[in-house]
């Protein structure tokens, strides 16, 4: 589990997170919903140690994250940003390969590329293995990234914004194989999504920010709701019931 005590985070004299408590639960998808500016991508980065904090703590498997060896690390929790640079000559199998690093440091065994293609043929991309990633569409490109993220291996695995710049068919495709992973390999997700319907629809538990606060976490159910999604983006909303799963209707 992932324990979230007491975060704080300032740039300069703007207060992005303002004592930021929750817990992270095992073997789900935990979708972290906001508005702009609540924080989201922050709180993110702070877990994944990429960025740094003012005050609290964070705690990985009852180890606090600031005495993770940063290689240990990278074999417990493995993290997709937003942005990745697709514009170099490089194949699909050699950027599968760098989630390997933490544990081979580049000498790949027979059991790295065991691991590489069991990632590659989860994602259905073995077939085209050795086609280069500018070759590819966005959805491809994005299953490439997370197949890298399932060859690390790691027990947590964190997207900041995964279907930013994807056509409506990726999108449905890059949650289901998340979905995928929780339900099959037992991975723990945490993502940033701006889309509520996609967290509602996908996720097993929402952490609902505004202003840097936490206002609410727990599941689909307690969280969206017409009230409650009012106080967090300032608008109307109806929820509706559809296939057992609340739906948003805000237009």
């Given at each position: 589990m992932i324990?979230?005590?007491?975060?704080?985070?300032?740039?300069?004299?703007?207060?992005?997170?303002?004592?930021?408590?929750?817990?992270?639960?095992?073997?789900?998808?935990?979708?972290?919903?906001?508005?702009?500016?609540?924080?989201?991508?922050?709180?993110?980065?702070?877990?994944?140690?990429?960025?740094?904090?003012?005050?609290?703590?964070?705690?990985i498997d009852d180890i606090q994250l600031i005495d993770w060896n940063s290689l240990d690390l990278a074999k417990k929790l493995s993290i997709l940003k937003q942005s990745n640079s697709t514009n170099i000559k490089i194949t699909i199998f050699e950027i599968v390969s760098f989630g390997r690093y933490p544990h081979t440091k580049g000498k790949l065994s027979k059991q790295d590329h065991q691991k590489i293609i069991e990632a590659l043929q989860f994602v259905d991309l073995y077939d085209i293995k050795d086609k280069y990633i500018d070759q590819l569409s966005g959805g491809q490109k994005q299953r490439v990234f997370i197949a890298a993220l399932l060859a690390q291996d790691t027990d947590y695995i964190m997207l900041d914004e995964p279907l930013n710049n994807l056509d409506m068919k990726y999108m449905v495709e890059t949650m289901q194989l998340l979905r995928k992973l929780v339900d099959q390999k037992n991975k723990t997700i945490v993502l940033v999504l701006h889309d509520i319907n996609f967290a509602a629809s996908y996720s097993d538990y929402l952490i609902a920010l505004k202003d840097g606060r936490l206002v609410r976490e727990g599941g689909v159910d307690e969280i969206v709701s017409s009230k409650l999604l009012k106080e967090i983006y300032d608008i109307e909303f109806e929820i509706i019931q559809k296939n057992n799963k609340p739906m948003c209707l805000y237009y």
């Open positions: 324990q979230v005590n007491h975060i704080t985070k300032a740039y300069s004299k703007k207060q992005v997170l303002q004592n930021v408590t929750l817990n992270i639960p095992n073997n789900k998808i935990t979708t972290i919903i906001g508005p702009n500016g609540a924080g989201k991508s922050t709180l993110l980065g702070i877990i994944a140690r990429l960025l740094t904090h003012q005050s609290g703590q964070i705690i």
